[in-house]
């Protein structure tokens, strides 16, 4: 096997292999990137760590065909240092690897690419082609909430929804770690039907993000086999889901509330940073206290002291003391773009619902809710 | 029906009984040595020789210079329940001797070649009997011998050929043997044991005068980097604890080197276990075992050791009262953390010298024991004087008559607390190392301190003594997704005696029905931390405390958390290695580290000091 190929291609191509390249993996080949050619003029990069797999077919002139493995980070480093625009890369005797290019010659010990894992067949896939901000918004708004506990398989990851419903496709993405909860709806015109909804991992979601934010305008997403797929220009990226059953989590979004605040969103943020300064260890244990106009944020720490804040808002209800970590109320409201927000409130052991306090025109929707702290 | 006969019930032949009674007391020759050098402690022998060879499967010979049997009385011994150390079922309950069953001497000999050849003071000459799986060959006959027992087992097994199957090589067969004795050993000080395999010695223990002293001996071959132990004791509620600790930096990953001893009986019991664990606190690693012989002593009413057929396991009257004894008492001893102090060639202590019974009180400054190996001379407890130990002494050199160091193992009568130490302070500071070490001079020795592991040690205890003060029920974080549970019988009448236990530590739970809760709130440390050790499903943290709680009537497991909140929070806000620290700051940490109750490990187990005495500093010298 040997091709010819433009160094800055392939070196995207590389780039993107050896993220996800597993190099602390127990199956050695798992560290390295498949490059193997497809047709007269095309190259397959692919790297795996089994639940994650992506693809780029870079064009090039194959030479001979056939494939090989090797390091995917050495080999990226490599060509990253090559002089001149173009290369070769050839397999010789016992799965070497040659990459020359002008004067530099490397061999680079390889493993036979017919050990490699399967990859995904992306063909089969019907892809729906998306706006890839409207995606990207979503991830960002459900990822902070997702459980980093690997072992409660049905938390550790993001619920998927959309109804296909062509131009007025709505799509909805739900994440929860068992202590707070937050939901995004957009419109996600040529959204896919995904009902009843997927779960994808919080690492593919990782991968999902950093895919994004290099796409173009659009992407193309599909759902197949128990994986997702996305497709912008040649790189695919495909992320097995979790089979596993999300919690039923409109049961847990109060739909009433006894108590109403609605304040300045950057006030509000920033009032809950400077107070959780001094709030208990890793806990960020906070107490809110409200009374007719005005919001007052403490904390309470014996090893260093205590700091208060007030903020004029607008709330007619009776008063009432309630506990928080801080942490979870500043990453909702550092994903709510509006200048005011409704914070909703029933007793102080109810959970407490956060949204922006005027919707953008048209369906779609952003809320978290959280529940308090006994303090 | 099929016309095969029903199986008739009949009654076993005498020689199978024994057989199969056999198998429960006599699982391995370890099992035949233990058996008969109880024998012979209960016969009051001062000395006792054991032979083996073949691993014990050729030859076991035991020969003690106890009070010997009678005629009548050896042929006795060998019925089964015939017995001296039990008349009456109440006698167990006031029973001071280690047989009772009466069932030692009948069963060895059912699956041996069994020869006993014993003679009182009263008696002229010996009698010999001998037997063979189970039948006697004859009747008793004179022999001579000096006063006192001698048991002969040749061919052990030999009518058991299922059970010589299962016997491992003969070096584990001597390891086992030995430690049968060693566990006796470490219970009876005052009895000289020796055991042989073929013309080797294995084990040679002349008599001690004391627990300490023959820990030391008995275990000196395991002691790795100390060569000492340290000596913990007390008394709560009529249990009299007294133990002998290894340095954390013994620990093991098993429990091997741990010694449960009740009322002189070697035990395995999971509760003493975990007190002494629980004891050296987080100066152990977690999931490692340190080195102690552990000694419980208890009406003998309040234990039940009927309940295993080789007694290796007892039962308590009061198991959270023990618990807490032994919890306690090694506590106290490994927060004074005797280990810290300089040990080695160059150094002598005296604990606790002054309460030897008749003996004049030596001074400070006397003449140090001499001895090899073993330098510590155990606490004596004073038979007027209730467990009163005297403070510890650390003697310095003596042609420096400098700063005394003092610090006190309390017995738990003394509940003053100790006095401030000046230990760190008192040092002199020479510089610092690599940016990661802290070189100082203390009396003779040369100290490094690892300035991270202090200062992390240092904080650490500051947060913990803030977190201690309040005494107002731990923060808790109510779930979005409360957990149903459905518990076991026991585990849910629990849930309903200790709700109010269940929700100071952070725990709300409400009854669903049956043996179904909701988990509705959990600790607000359960969400910090990953990795193997930590637990964010609520339901595993919950079901962890419960199993605690139910086994030791309390739980460790939210305070552990939180200490591991605590130390990574410490961890990361201290000087690391590799910071420059100029003097006034170093100093300021060493006089710091006397403020707080130090232990000389990091909160992650790590040492904090190594010292180099000068002896050790010398010799690679060539100056001595």
Request: proline residues 7%.
């Amino acid at each position: 096997m040997e091709f010819k190929i433009e160094k800055a291609p392939l070196l995207e191509g590389l780039y993107y292999a050896q993220g996800i390249a597993d190099r602390k993996a127990t199956m050695p080949i798992l560290a390295n990137v498949l490059l193997r050619t497809e047709g007269p003029d095309r190259v397959v990069v692919a790297a795996t760590d089994l639940n994650i797999t992506v693809t780029t077919e870079i064009p090039c002139e194959v030479i001979s065909e056939g494939g090989l493995t090797v390091g995917a980070k050495h080999l990226h480093d490599i060509v990253k240092s090559l002089p001149g625009e173009r290369l070769g890369i050839r397999r010789t005797e016992n799965q070497y690897a040659e990459i020359t290019a002008g004067k530099v010659n490397y061999r680079m010990v390889g493993l036979a690419d017919r050990d490699f894992p399967r990859l995904p067949n992306h063909r089969e896939v019907s892809f729906a082609r998306v706006e890839s901000a409207v995606l990207r918004d979503m991830v960002a708004k459900t990822f902070f909430s997702i459980s980093t506990d690997e072992t409660r398989y049905h938390l550790n990851g993001v619920l998927f929804e959309c109804d296909g419903n062509g131009d007025k496709a709505l799509a909805r993405m739900v994440s929860t770690d068992g202590h707070r909860l937050s939901k995004c709806e957009r419109l996600l015109p040529g959204g896919p039907r995904v009902s009843p909804g997927v779960l994808i991992p919080r690492k593919g979601l990782m991968e999902l993000r950093r895919a994004l934010e290099g796409a173009d305008t659009h992407v193309e997403i599909g759902f197949h086999q128990g994986h997702v797929f996305l497709r912008s220009r040649g790189t695919a990226l495909s992320v097995k889901l979790n089979d596993a059953q999300f919690p039923p989590y409109e049961q847990v979004i109060p739909r009433e509330h006894e108590r109403l605040i609605v304040a300045p969103r950057d006030a509000l943020l920033d009032a809950l940073k400077r107070i959780s300064l001094i709030a208990s260890d890793k806990t960020w244990g906070i107490r809110l206290s409200m009374d007719k106009g005005t919001l007052r944020i403490e904390s309470d720490n014996p090893d260093l002291g205590q700091g208060r804040e007030e903020l004029d808002v607008s709330y007619g209800g009776s008063d009432m003391t309630i506990g928080f970590n801080a942490r979870y109320l500043i990453d909702i409201l550092g994903e709510i773009d509006t200048p005011q927000v409704r914070l909703e409130l029933n007793g102080e052991l109810d959970p407490a619902l956060l949204r922006p306090a005027e919707e953008k025109p048209g369906p779609g929707s952003y809320l978290g809710v959280v529940m308090p702290m006994r303090l | 029906m099929p016309s095969q006969s029903r199986p008739r019930i009949a009654v076993l032949p005498p020689e199978l009984a024994n057989q199969i009674a056999a198998g429960e007391v006599v699982e391995r020759p370890a099992s035949v040595v233990k058996e008969l050098c109880e024998n012979s402690i209960d016969a009051g022998a001062r000395r006792i020789e054991v032979e083996i060879d073949r691993g014990g499967l050729g030859l076991i010979r035991v020969t003690d210079d106890g009070c010997g049997m009678t005629e009548e009385e050896a042929q006795l011994s060998l019925l089964r329940h015939a017995t001296s150390k039990l008349h009456r079922i109440e006698d167990l309950l006031s029973l001071h001797s280690l047989g009772f069953r009466g069932e030692a001497l009948p069963s060895i000999a059912a699956v041996s070649r069994f020869r006993l050849v014993t003679r009182t003071a009263l008696d002229e000459g010996a009698v010999c009997l001998e037997v063979e799986g189970g039948r006697p060959c004859g009747p008793p006959r004179p022999a001579s011998a000096p006063v006192g027992t001698q048991v002969e087992v040749r061919d052990l097994f030999y009518n058991v050929p299922a059970r010589l199957k299962f016997m491992k090589g003969q070096a584990t067969e001597i390891a086992h043997a030995a430690e049968a004795v060693l566990r006796l050993a470490l219970a009876y000080p005052e009895v000289h044991l020796r055991l042989r395999s073929g013309t080797r010695e294995v084990l040679d223990l002349p008599p001690h005068p004391d627990r300490m002293e023959r820990a030391q001996a008995a275990l000196r071959t395991r002691l790795r980097e100390h060569t000492t132990l340290y000596a913990a004791a007390g008394e709560q509620d009529g249990i009299r604890v007294e133990a002998q600790l290894g340095a954390p930096s013994e620990a093991t990953a098993t429990p091997r080197n741990v010694f449960l001893l009740v009322n002189g009986r070697f035990v395995r019991d999971r509760s003493l276990l975990h007190a002494v664990v629980t004891g050296y606190g987080e100066q152990l690693p977690e999931g490692r075992y340190p080195l102690c012989v552990l000694h419980v002593t208890l009406p003998p009413g309040e234990v039940d050791v009927n309940v295993h057929p080789q007694k290796l396991e007892v039962r308590f009257q009061r198991p959270h009262e023990v618990y807490a004894a032994v919890r306690h008492t090694i506590g106290r001893t490994a927060l004074a953390a005797p280990w810290i102090l300089p040990q080695g060639p160059a150094r002598v202590y005296h604990l606790g010298a002054a309460a030897r019974a008749g003996e004049p009180v030596p001074s400070p400054y006397g003449e140090p024991r001499s001895g090899h190996g073993a330098q510590v001379s155990a606490p004596q407890i004073h038979p007027g004087v209730e467990h009163q130990l005297s403070p510890v002494v650390m003697e310095p050199d003596r042609r420096c008559p400098q700063p005394m160091l003092r610090f006190q193992v309390l017995s738990s009568e003394q509940s003053e607390p100790a006095p401030p130490r000046r230990f760190f302070s008192a040092m002199n500071y020479l510089g610092q190392f690599q940016r990661t070490y802290l070189v100082c001079e203390h009396e003779h020795d040369l100290v490094l301190i690892d300035q991270h592991a202090a200062h992390e040690r240092l904080l650490f205890e500051r947060l913990r003594a803030a977190r201690a003060d309040g005494s107002a029920p731990l923060r808790s974080q109510r779930l979005l997704l409360p957990v149903q549970l459905e518990l076991e019988p026991a585990q849910a009448a629990l849930v309903q005696e200790e709700t109010e236990t269940l929700a100071r530590l952070g725990f709300e739970l409400v009854p669903f029905g049956g043996r179904s809760f909701v988990l509705q709130a959990v600790p607000d440390v359960a969400a910090f931390g990953r990795g193997a050790r930590t637990y964010q499903d609520p339901a595993n943290l919950l079901q962890r405390v419960l199993d605690e709680l139910s086994e030791h009537g309390r739980s460790e497991t939210v305070q552990a958390r939180i200490e591991r909140v605590l130390a990574t929070v410490a961890c990361h806000s201290v000087v690391r290695a590799g910071d420059v620290l100029d003097e006034p700051k170093a100093r300021a940490l060493l006089s710091a580290m006397d403020e707080v109750d130090f232990v000389p490990h990091c909160p992650h187990g790590r040492p904090v000091l190594v010292r180099l005495s000068l002896a050790e500093i010398e010799r690679r010298f060539g100056r001595t």
